[in-house]
Protein backbone atom coordinates (compact mmCIF):
# COMPACT_ATOMS: atom_id res chain seq x y z
CA UNK A 1 0.00 0.00 0.00
CA UNK A 2 1.21 3.93 -1.00
CA UNK A 3 1.99 5.57 1.93
CA UNK A 4 -0.73 8.77 2.06
CA UNK A 5 -0.79 12.20 3.30
CA UNK A 6 -3.27 12.80 5.99
CA UNK A 7 -5.27 16.04 5.74
CA UNK A 8 -3.30 17.65 8.91
CA UNK A 9 -0.27 17.14 7.55
CA UNK A 10 -1.08 18.94 4.44
CA UNK A 11 -3.02 21.83 6.02
CA UNK A 12 0.50 22.58 7.58
CA UNK A 13 2.42 22.54 4.31
CA UNK A 14 -0.32 24.27 2.77
CA UNK A 15 0.35 27.18 5.22
CA UNK A 16 -1.64 30.85 3.89
CA UNK A 17 -2.21 29.21 0.13
CA UNK A 18 -5.55 31.21 -1.21
CA UNK A 19 -4.49 34.52 -1.74
CA UNK A 20 -7.95 35.37 -3.87
CA UNK A 21 -5.35 36.48 -6.44
CA UNK A 22 -6.37 32.78 -8.40
CA UNK A 23 -9.83 30.41 -8.43
CA UNK A 24 -9.00 28.58 -5.07
CA UNK A 25 -8.73 25.76 -7.28
CA UNK A 26 -5.91 27.06 -9.18
CA UNK A 27 -3.90 28.53 -5.83
CA UNK A 28 -4.72 24.79 -4.48
CA UNK A 29 -3.30 23.09 -7.53
CA UNK A 30 -0.43 25.02 -7.61
CA UNK A 31 1.02 25.34 -4.24
CA UNK A 32 0.24 21.54 -4.29
CA UNK A 33 2.24 21.40 -7.06
CA UNK A 34 4.92 23.26 -6.06
CA UNK A 35 5.26 21.26 -3.02
CA UNK A 36 5.73 18.05 -5.25
CA UNK A 37 8.40 19.73 -7.20
CA UNK A 38 10.43 20.40 -4.46
CA UNK A 39 10.12 17.35 -2.57
CA UNK A 40 7.77 18.19 0.25
CA UNK A 41 5.29 16.27 -0.51
CA UNK A 42 7.54 12.75 -1.50
CA UNK A 43 6.68 10.74 -4.85
CA UNK A 44 3.98 8.14 -4.72
CA UNK A 45 1.79 9.73 -1.76
CA UNK A 46 -1.63 9.42 -1.49
CA UNK A 47 -3.25 12.63 -1.06
CA UNK A 48 -6.27 12.94 1.73
CA UNK A 49 -9.50 12.49 -0.18
CA UNK A 50 -11.56 15.19 -1.57
CA UNK A 51 -14.23 15.18 1.30
CA UNK A 52 -11.66 15.07 3.79
CA UNK A 53 -9.41 17.51 3.02
CA UNK A 54 -12.43 20.46 1.99
CA UNK A 55 -13.81 20.89 5.31
CA UNK A 56 -10.23 21.41 7.39
CA UNK A 57 -9.65 24.07 4.72
CA UNK A 58 -12.64 25.84 4.48
CA UNK A 59 -13.79 24.98 0.82
CA UNK A 60 -16.18 22.88 -0.72
CA UNK A 61 -15.39 19.61 -2.00
CA UNK A 62 -15.80 20.96 -5.71
CA UNK A 63 -13.24 23.51 -4.96
CA UNK A 64 -10.84 20.46 -4.17
CA UNK A 65 -12.26 18.31 -6.49
CA UNK A 66 -11.15 20.39 -9.75
CA UNK A 67 -7.80 21.30 -8.15
CA UNK A 68 -6.83 17.71 -7.90
CA UNK A 69 -8.48 17.24 -11.40
CA UNK A 70 -5.91 20.19 -12.66
CA UNK A 71 -3.13 17.84 -11.05
CA UNK A 72 -4.00 15.28 -12.62
CA UNK A 73 -4.25 17.25 -16.20
CA UNK A 74 -0.54 18.30 -15.10
CA UNK A 75 0.66 15.01 -14.96
CA UNK A 76 1.38 15.44 -11.06
CA UNK A 77 -1.36 13.18 -9.44
CA UNK A 78 -2.10 9.48 -10.70
CA UNK A 79 -5.90 8.75 -11.56
CA UNK A 80 -6.33 6.48 -8.45
CA UNK A 81 -9.18 4.53 -6.90
CA UNK A 82 -11.84 6.73 -6.26
CA UNK A 83 -10.26 10.29 -5.04
CA UNK A 84 -7.18 8.72 -3.68
CA UNK A 85 -4.38 9.45 -6.57
CA UNK A 86 -0.78 9.47 -5.71
CA UNK A 87 2.13 12.08 -6.52
CA UNK A 88 3.80 11.61 -9.59
CA UNK A 89 6.36 13.61 -11.78
CA UNK A 90 4.17 13.75 -15.72
CA UNK A 91 6.03 11.90 -17.93
CA UNK A 92 5.14 14.18 -20.51
CA UNK A 93 5.28 17.75 -19.17
CA UNK A 94 7.92 17.93 -16.19
CA UNK A 95 9.61 21.41 -17.46
CA UNK A 96 11.56 21.75 -14.27
CA UNK A 97 13.33 18.11 -13.38
CA UNK A 98 13.24 15.95 -16.52
CA UNK A 99 13.92 17.79 -19.73
CA UNK A 100 14.61 15.58 -22.97
CA UNK A 101 10.87 14.40 -22.99
CA UNK A 102 8.37 15.15 -25.64
CA UNK A 103 6.95 18.61 -25.24
CA UNK A 104 3.84 19.35 -25.57
CA UNK A 105 2.39 20.99 -28.93
CA UNK A 106 2.45 25.00 -28.30
CA UNK A 107 5.39 25.36 -25.85
CA UNK A 108 8.34 26.96 -26.66
CA UNK A 109 10.86 24.37 -25.66
CA UNK A 110 13.78 26.21 -23.25
CA UNK A 111 14.78 23.15 -22.01
CA UNK A 112 16.69 21.41 -24.70
CA UNK A 113 20.00 23.41 -25.88
CA UNK A 114 19.84 21.75 -29.45
CA UNK A 115 19.42 23.35 -32.89
CA UNK A 116 17.43 21.56 -35.72
CA UNK A 117 19.73 19.88 -38.36
CA UNK A 118 22.11 22.00 -40.15
CA UNK A 119 19.89 20.83 -43.27
CA UNK A 120 21.56 20.84 -46.70
CA UNK A 121 24.97 19.44 -45.30
CA UNK A 122 23.22 17.16 -43.36
CA UNK A 123 21.14 15.80 -46.12
CA UNK A 124 23.47 15.75 -48.42
CA UNK A 125 26.11 13.64 -46.40
CA UNK A 126 23.38 11.30 -46.35
CA UNK A 127 22.56 10.70 -49.75
CA UNK A 128 26.58 10.43 -50.10
CA UNK A 129 26.70 8.21 -46.96
CA UNK A 130 24.18 5.42 -49.18
CA UNK A 131 26.71 5.51 -52.52
CA UNK A 132 28.95 4.20 -49.87
CA UNK A 133 27.10 1.63 -48.19
CA UNK A 134 26.82 -1.35 -50.87
CA UNK A 135 30.46 -1.45 -50.23
CA UNK A 136 30.23 -2.30 -46.42
CA UNK A 137 26.49 -5.05 -46.90
CA UNK A 138 28.98 -8.10 -46.91
CA UNK A 139 30.03 -7.48 -43.63
CA UNK A 140 28.02 -8.77 -40.29
CA UNK A 141 27.51 -4.80 -40.12
CA UNK A 142 28.16 -5.00 -36.13
CA UNK A 143 31.52 -2.94 -34.91
CA UNK A 144 32.01 -1.84 -31.87
CA UNK A 145 35.14 0.21 -33.10
CA UNK A 146 33.40 2.09 -35.87
CA UNK A 147 33.08 2.56 -39.20
CA UNK A 148 36.90 3.08 -40.44
CA UNK A 149 36.47 6.29 -42.50
CA UNK A 150 34.88 8.17 -39.46
CA UNK A 151 37.88 7.14 -37.07
CA UNK A 152 40.29 8.29 -39.81
CA UNK A 153 38.18 11.28 -40.53
CA UNK A 154 38.05 11.92 -36.07
CA UNK A 155 41.89 11.47 -36.45
CA UNK A 156 42.64 13.81 -38.59
CA UNK A 157 40.60 16.10 -37.30
CA UNK A 158 42.25 16.49 -34.04
CA UNK A 159 45.63 15.81 -36.08
CA UNK A 160 44.95 19.45 -38.01
CA UNK A 161 43.74 21.22 -34.20
CA UNK A 162 47.05 20.10 -33.52
CA UNK A 163 46.84 17.38 -31.22
CA UNK A 164 48.11 13.99 -33.54
CA UNK A 165 45.80 11.35 -33.38
CA UNK A 166 45.70 7.94 -35.31
CA UNK A 167 42.34 6.14 -36.25
CA UNK A 168 43.69 3.44 -33.45
CA UNK A 169 42.79 5.93 -30.93
CA UNK A 170 39.19 6.57 -31.76
CA UNK A 171 36.30 4.37 -30.61
CA UNK A 172 32.56 5.72 -31.92
CA UNK A 173 30.06 6.00 -29.95
CA UNK A 174 26.15 6.46 -29.81
CA UNK A 175 26.65 10.05 -29.18
CA UNK A 176 28.66 12.05 -26.11
CA UNK A 177 26.20 10.95 -23.49
CA UNK A 178 26.96 7.33 -24.46
CA UNK A 179 30.50 8.14 -24.49
CA UNK A 180 31.00 9.08 -21.33
CA UNK A 181 28.58 6.17 -19.54
CA UNK A 182 31.29 3.86 -21.21
CA UNK A 183 34.37 6.17 -19.83
CA UNK A 184 32.93 5.86 -16.42
CA UNK A 185 32.03 2.09 -16.35
CA UNK A 186 36.03 1.74 -17.46
CA UNK A 187 37.92 3.99 -15.16
CA UNK A 188 35.57 4.65 -12.43
CA UNK A 189 34.42 1.95 -9.83
CA UNK A 190 31.26 1.85 -7.65
CA UNK A 191 32.05 4.98 -5.03
CA UNK A 192 34.67 6.30 -6.59
CA UNK A 193 35.15 10.19 -6.55
CA UNK A 194 34.31 12.31 -10.17
CA UNK A 195 35.27 15.43 -10.00
CA UNK A 196 32.85 18.17 -11.80
CA UNK A 197 32.25 21.83 -12.45
CA UNK A 198 29.78 23.28 -10.68
CA UNK A 199 27.24 23.97 -12.38
CA UNK A 200 27.53 20.96 -14.92
CA UNK A 201 25.64 19.46 -17.69
CA UNK A 202 22.90 17.90 -16.12
CA UNK A 203 22.83 14.64 -18.02
CA UNK A 204 26.49 13.68 -16.89
CA UNK A 205 25.77 14.14 -13.30
CA UNK A 206 22.84 11.44 -13.99
CA UNK A 207 25.69 9.58 -15.78
CA UNK A 208 27.84 9.84 -12.79
CA UNK A 209 25.15 8.79 -10.02
CA UNK A 210 23.50 5.95 -11.96
CA UNK A 211 26.99 4.26 -12.17
CA UNK A 212 27.34 4.46 -8.40
CA UNK A 213 30.24 7.09 -8.19
CA UNK A 214 30.65 10.07 -5.91
CA UNK A 215 30.09 13.15 -7.11
CA UNK A 216 32.82 15.75 -6.04
CA UNK A 217 31.54 19.61 -7.14
CA UNK A 218 33.86 22.54 -7.21
CA UNK A 219 32.50 25.37 -7.64
CA UNK A 220 32.93 28.30 -10.72
CA UNK A 221 33.33 31.65 -9.89
CA UNK A 222 30.58 33.60 -9.61
CA UNK A 223 32.12 35.96 -12.47
CA UNK A 224 34.24 34.83 -15.78
CA UNK A 225 37.51 36.71 -14.24
CA UNK A 226 39.17 33.53 -13.37
CA UNK A 227 36.49 31.44 -15.43
CA UNK A 228 37.37 28.68 -13.71
CA UNK A 229 38.77 28.39 -9.96
CA UNK A 230 42.18 26.09 -10.79
CA UNK A 231 43.18 26.74 -7.26
CA UNK A 232 40.22 24.87 -5.75
CA UNK A 233 40.23 22.50 -8.53
CA UNK A 234 43.58 21.50 -7.91
CA UNK A 235 43.27 21.13 -4.18
CA UNK A 236 40.12 19.16 -4.72
CA UNK A 237 42.32 16.29 -6.87
CA UNK A 238 45.40 16.97 -4.63
CA UNK A 239 42.91 16.46 -1.63
CA UNK A 240 40.66 13.65 -2.74
CA UNK A 241 42.32 12.26 -5.26
CA UNK A 242 39.12 11.85 -7.47
CA UNK A 243 39.66 8.62 -9.72
CA UNK A 244 38.20 10.97 -12.25
CA UNK A 245 37.58 15.02 -13.73
CA UNK A 246 34.56 15.59 -16.10
CA UNK A 247 35.40 18.87 -17.42
CA UNK A 248 33.62 21.30 -20.02
CA UNK A 249 36.41 23.58 -20.90
CA UNK A 250 35.02 24.80 -24.49
CA UNK A 251 32.06 26.56 -24.14
CA UNK A 252 30.82 25.27 -20.98
CA UNK A 253 27.16 24.37 -20.11
CA UNK A 254 25.67 25.93 -18.83
CA UNK A 255 27.37 29.54 -18.52
CA UNK A 256 29.38 29.33 -22.06
CA UNK A 257 32.95 30.01 -20.66
CA UNK A 258 36.22 28.98 -22.44
CA UNK A 259 39.11 27.48 -20.02
CA UNK A 260 42.09 29.18 -20.83
CA UNK A 261 45.17 27.59 -22.43
CA UNK A 262 47.51 28.39 -18.93
CA UNK A 263 44.29 27.28 -16.76
CA UNK A 264 44.41 23.51 -19.06
CA UNK A 265 47.99 23.11 -18.90
CA UNK A 266 48.17 24.07 -15.24
CA UNK A 267 45.06 21.17 -14.68
CA UNK A 268 46.57 18.55 -16.57
CA UNK A 269 49.72 19.02 -14.69
CA UNK A 270 47.71 18.64 -11.47
CA UNK A 271 45.53 15.74 -12.46
CA UNK A 272 48.82 13.22 -13.43
CA UNK A 273 50.33 14.34 -10.36
CA UNK A 274 46.61 13.02 -8.78
CA UNK A 275 46.67 10.46 -10.62
CA UNK A 276 42.90 11.50 -12.10
CA UNK A 277 41.56 11.10 -15.30
CA UNK A 278 40.65 13.70 -17.38
CA UNK A 279 37.75 13.24 -19.20
CA UNK A 280 36.93 16.53 -21.60
CA UNK A 281 34.15 17.06 -22.77
CA UNK A 282 34.13 18.80 -26.41
CA UNK A 283 30.94 19.02 -28.02
CA UNK A 284 30.76 23.00 -28.14
CA UNK A 285 33.82 23.29 -28.59
CA UNK A 286 32.86 24.04 -32.65
CA UNK A 287 30.43 26.88 -31.18
CA UNK A 288 33.02 29.21 -30.72
CA UNK A 289 31.10 32.66 -31.17
CA UNK A 290 33.73 35.09 -30.30
CA UNK A 291 36.39 33.18 -32.39
CA UNK A 292 38.85 32.73 -28.97
CA UNK A 293 41.41 30.69 -30.13
CA UNK A 294 42.43 27.75 -27.62
CA UNK A 295 44.57 24.35 -28.02
CA UNK A 296 42.15 21.06 -27.20
CA UNK A 297 42.74 19.85 -23.67
CA UNK A 298 44.66 16.73 -25.17
CA UNK A 299 47.27 19.16 -26.39
CA UNK A 300 48.36 19.11 -22.85
CA UNK A 301 48.54 15.36 -21.55
CA UNK A 302 48.09 11.90 -23.20
CA UNK A 303 46.30 10.90 -20.53
CA UNK A 304 43.37 13.18 -21.39
CA UNK A 305 40.19 11.48 -22.45
CA UNK A 306 38.47 13.48 -25.01
CA UNK A 307 34.97 13.33 -26.20
CA UNK A 308 32.53 14.94 -28.19
CA UNK A 309 29.91 14.70 -31.17
CA UNK A 310 27.96 16.54 -34.18
CA UNK A 311 25.17 16.62 -31.72
CA UNK A 312 25.30 20.04 -30.76
CA UNK A 313 27.43 21.66 -34.20
CA UNK A 314 25.01 19.56 -36.87
CA UNK A 315 22.25 17.61 -35.18
CA UNK A 316 21.34 15.64 -32.52
CA UNK A 317 19.67 13.05 -34.71
CA UNK A 318 22.96 11.63 -35.88
CA UNK A 319 23.38 10.03 -32.49
CA UNK A 320 27.17 9.73 -33.10
CA UNK A 321 29.74 10.65 -30.82
CA UNK A 322 33.52 9.52 -30.17
CA UNK A 323 35.83 8.66 -27.76
CA UNK A 324 39.53 9.93 -27.86
CA UNK A 325 42.26 8.57 -25.67
CA UNK A 326 45.43 6.22 -25.74
CA UNK A 327 45.71 3.68 -27.92
CA UNK A 328 46.27 1.02 -25.04
CA UNK A 329 42.79 2.23 -23.18
CA UNK A 330 41.15 1.63 -26.70
CA UNK A 331 40.42 -2.49 -25.74
CA UNK A 332 39.21 -1.56 -22.13
CA UNK A 333 36.99 0.97 -23.55
CA UNK A 334 35.62 -1.49 -26.42
CA UNK A 335 35.46 -4.18 -23.69
CA UNK A 336 32.78 -2.05 -22.13
CA UNK A 337 30.65 -1.06 -24.65
CA UNK A 338 29.81 -4.69 -26.12
CA UNK A 339 28.20 -4.96 -22.58
CA UNK A 340 26.51 -1.62 -23.69
CA UNK A 341 25.71 -2.32 -27.27
CA UNK A 342 27.53 -4.13 -30.40
CA UNK A 343 27.99 -0.97 -32.69
CA UNK A 344 26.46 1.99 -34.03
CA UNK A 345 24.51 2.03 -37.19
CA UNK A 346 26.29 2.42 -40.10
CA UNK A 347 24.51 4.86 -42.20
CA UNK A 348 25.10 7.74 -39.60
CA UNK A 349 28.37 7.03 -39.19
CA UNK A 350 28.88 7.44 -43.36
CA UNK A 351 27.12 10.52 -43.09
CA UNK A 352 29.00 11.55 -39.53
CA UNK A 353 32.50 11.08 -41.74
CA UNK A 354 31.19 13.31 -44.23
CA UNK A 355 29.79 15.87 -42.28
CA UNK A 356 33.80 15.88 -40.15
CA UNK A 357 35.45 15.91 -43.44
CA UNK A 358 33.92 19.46 -44.14
CA UNK A 359 32.95 20.87 -40.63
CA UNK A 360 33.25 24.07 -40.90
CA UNK A 361 31.23 24.29 -43.96
CA UNK A 362 27.78 24.60 -42.69
CA UNK A 363 28.98 26.20 -39.38
CA UNK A 364 29.91 29.81 -40.66
CA UNK A 365 26.09 30.19 -41.66
CA UNK A 366 25.18 28.73 -38.08
CA UNK A 367 27.53 30.78 -36.16
CA UNK A 368 26.41 34.33 -37.71
CA UNK A 369 22.73 33.17 -36.69
CA UNK A 370 23.58 31.84 -33.28
CA UNK A 371 25.81 35.68 -32.67
CA UNK A 372 22.27 37.31 -33.59
CA UNK A 373 20.11 35.49 -31.34
CA UNK A 374 22.60 35.52 -28.73
CA UNK A 375 22.63 39.08 -29.26
CA UNK A 376 18.78 39.27 -29.26
CA UNK A 377 18.32 37.05 -26.31
CA UNK A 378 20.92 39.26 -24.36
CA UNK A 379 19.10 42.39 -25.10
CA UNK A 380 15.49 41.09 -24.34
CA UNK A 381 16.58 40.03 -21.27
CA UNK A 382 18.11 43.54 -20.33
CA UNK A 383 15.10 45.21 -21.71
CA UNK A 384 11.89 43.00 -19.94
CA UNK A 385 14.30 41.33 -17.10
CA UNK A 386 16.62 43.98 -16.07
CA UNK A 387 16.93 42.41 -12.39
CA UNK A 388 18.42 39.08 -13.26
CA UNK A 389 22.04 39.32 -13.89
CA UNK A 390 22.58 37.56 -16.88
CA UNK A 391 26.35 36.44 -18.09
CA UNK A 392 27.57 37.06 -21.96
CA UNK A 393 28.88 33.75 -23.29
CA UNK A 394 31.43 33.27 -25.28
CA UNK A 395 30.49 30.38 -27.36
CA UNK A 396 27.24 27.42 -26.89
CA UNK A 397 24.36 27.89 -27.24
CA UNK A 398 23.00 29.00 -23.69
CA UNK A 399 22.77 31.72 -21.50
CA UNK A 400 22.59 31.61 -17.67
CA UNK A 401 21.06 34.24 -15.78
CA UNK A 402 21.45 35.05 -11.61
CA UNK A 403 18.09 35.39 -10.47
CA UNK A 404 16.95 38.13 -8.09
CA UNK A 405 15.45 35.71 -5.44
CA UNK A 406 15.80 31.25 -4.95
CA UNK A 407 12.97 30.58 -7.19
CA UNK A 408 14.30 29.09 -10.19
CA UNK A 409 12.51 25.86 -9.80
CA UNK A 410 9.10 27.94 -9.13
CA UNK A 411 9.54 29.56 -12.47
CA UNK A 412 10.00 26.44 -14.25
CA UNK A 413 6.82 24.88 -13.27
CA UNK A 414 4.59 28.19 -13.60
CA UNK A 415 6.06 28.70 -16.93
CA UNK A 416 4.37 25.76 -18.95
CA UNK A 417 1.20 28.12 -18.19
CA UNK A 418 2.76 31.05 -20.17
CA UNK A 419 3.42 28.67 -23.02
CA UNK A 420 7.68 28.03 -22.33
CA UNK A 421 9.37 25.04 -21.11
CA UNK A 422 12.78 25.58 -18.70
CA UNK A 423 14.67 23.38 -16.88
CA UNK A 424 15.48 24.60 -13.53
CA UNK A 425 18.89 25.38 -12.16
CA UNK A 426 18.85 22.63 -9.22
CA UNK A 427 19.25 20.45 -12.61
CA UNK A 428 22.70 21.70 -13.16
CA UNK A 429 23.69 21.08 -9.69
CA UNK A 430 23.97 18.60 -6.27
CA UNK A 431 22.59 18.90 -3.39
CA UNK A 432 19.74 21.83 -4.23
CA UNK A 433 22.26 24.01 -5.31
CA UNK A 434 21.70 26.80 -8.11
CA UNK A 435 17.47 27.89 -6.99
CA UNK A 436 18.88 31.19 -7.97
CA UNK A 437 20.38 30.47 -11.30
CA UNK A 438 18.16 29.91 -14.98
CA UNK A 439 19.83 28.41 -18.20
CA UNK A 440 18.42 30.01 -21.30
CA UNK A 441 19.18 28.67 -24.77
CA UNK A 442 19.34 30.93 -27.86
CA UNK A 443 19.06 28.51 -30.02
CA UNK A 444 15.27 30.04 -31.14
CA UNK A 445 14.74 32.94 -33.78
CA UNK A 446 14.25 36.28 -32.66
CA UNK A 447 10.91 36.59 -32.94
CA UNK A 448 10.30 33.15 -31.02
CA UNK A 449 12.85 34.42 -28.28
CA UNK A 450 10.79 37.48 -27.62
CA UNK A 451 7.74 35.41 -27.11
CA UNK A 452 9.84 33.06 -24.12
CA UNK A 453 11.39 36.15 -22.89
CA UNK A 454 7.86 38.31 -22.70
CA UNK A 455 6.07 34.52 -21.11
CA UNK A 456 9.32 34.05 -18.48
CA UNK A 457 8.31 37.88 -17.26
CA UNK A 458 4.72 36.89 -17.17
CA UNK A 459 6.03 34.08 -15.03
CA UNK A 460 8.30 35.97 -12.64
CA UNK A 461 5.26 38.53 -12.22
CA UNK A 462 2.59 35.78 -10.96
CA UNK A 463 5.52 34.59 -8.89
CA UNK A 464 6.09 37.97 -7.46
CA UNK A 465 2.69 38.40 -6.66
CA UNK A 466 2.33 35.57 -4.51
CA UNK A 467 4.02 35.52 -1.52
CA UNK A 468 3.15 31.97 -0.68
CA UNK A 469 4.16 30.58 -3.51
CA UNK A 470 7.39 31.79 -3.15
CA UNK A 471 7.43 30.65 0.61
CA UNK A 472 5.86 27.15 -0.20
CA UNK A 473 9.26 26.53 -2.54
CA UNK A 474 11.80 27.97 -0.21
CA UNK A 475 14.57 25.56 -0.15
CA UNK A 476 14.32 22.93 2.78
CA UNK A 477 18.52 22.36 3.01
CA UNK A 478 21.21 25.04 2.47
CA UNK A 479 21.87 25.50 -1.29
CA UNK A 480 25.89 25.52 -0.47
CA UNK A 481 28.55 24.54 -2.80
CA UNK A 482 31.04 22.09 -1.59
Known amino acids: MAPSLNPTALLRLLGHWNTGALPAYRELADVVRLLVMDGRIPLDVALPSERALAQPLGVSRTTVTAAYASLREQGFLTAGQGSRGRTCIPHRTAPASMPGLAVPEGLLDLAYASLPAAGEAVHRSFADALTELPALLPGFGYDAVGVTALREAIADKYTVDGVPTTPGQILVTSGAQHALNIVLRTLAGKQDRVMVEHPTYPNALDAIRAAGCRILP ?62 VDETLRGLNLDGVRTSPMAAFSSAVVSIGSLSKSHWAGLRTGWIRADEALIPRLIATRTVMDLGGPVVEQLAAARLIRSFSEPLEARLGELRRNRESLLGLLEQHLPEWDVERPQGGLTVWCRLPSPCSTALTVLAPDFGVRLAAGPRFGVGGAFEHYLRVPFTLAPEQLEVAVLALRAAQEKLDSSPQLRRTLKPGRPTAVA
Open 218 to 279: VALPPDTSPAWDIDAMVAAMSQQRPAMAYLVPDFHNPTGRIMSDLQRRRLARAAAAAGTVLV
